[in-house]
């Protein structure tokens, strides 16, 4: 089993930054994984970063590119998603994912079982 808690979730203008903050509990091999998605009202879930902890191997999606960046702090089994340069298109509730590394963790080629309880962000222009 896992545990995910998020953090960091706020509201800014347009161009404004944020840090949402993921730290991990549970079995080791489970949150090899580690993922961002967000989901705004309306809309299908979508995935924005993954990082495979064991590597550091990381992917974007292309609407995040260049504007977010993920890291991974060892020590205290945290994900951080920095957000910068945001977009009203970027309002959505954010959720933190993990699982174990099924030979890619992006997450259009695989499915994440262990989700976080989400965070709000909001842009407004």
């Known amino acids: 089993q896992v545990q995910l808690v998020e953090s960091g979730g706020g509201s800014v203008q347009t161009g404004g930054s944020l840090r949402l903050s993921c730290t991990a509990s549970?079995?080791?091999?489970?949150?090899?994984?580690m993922s961002w998605f967000r989901q705004a009202p309306g809309k299908e879930r979508e995935g924005v970063a993954a990082?495979?902890?064991?590597?550091?191997?990381?992917v974007y999606s292309d609407s995040v590119k260049g504007r977010f960046t993920l890291s991974h702090d060892k020590s205290t089994n945290t994900v951080y998603l920095q957000m910068n340069t945001l977009k009203p298109g970027d309002t959505a509730m954010y959720y933190c994912?993990?699982?174990?590394?099924?030979?890619?963790?992006?997450?259009?080629?695989?499915?994440?079982?262990?989700w976080g309880q989400g965070t709000q962000v909001t842009v407004s222009s």
């Open positions: 549970g079995d080791t091999a489970s949150r090899q994984c």
């Open positions: 990082i495979n902890t064991g590597n550091s191997g990381i």
């Open positions: 994912a993990a699982d174990i590394y099924r030979s890619s963790c992006w997450w259009k080629k695989r499915p994440y079982n262990y």
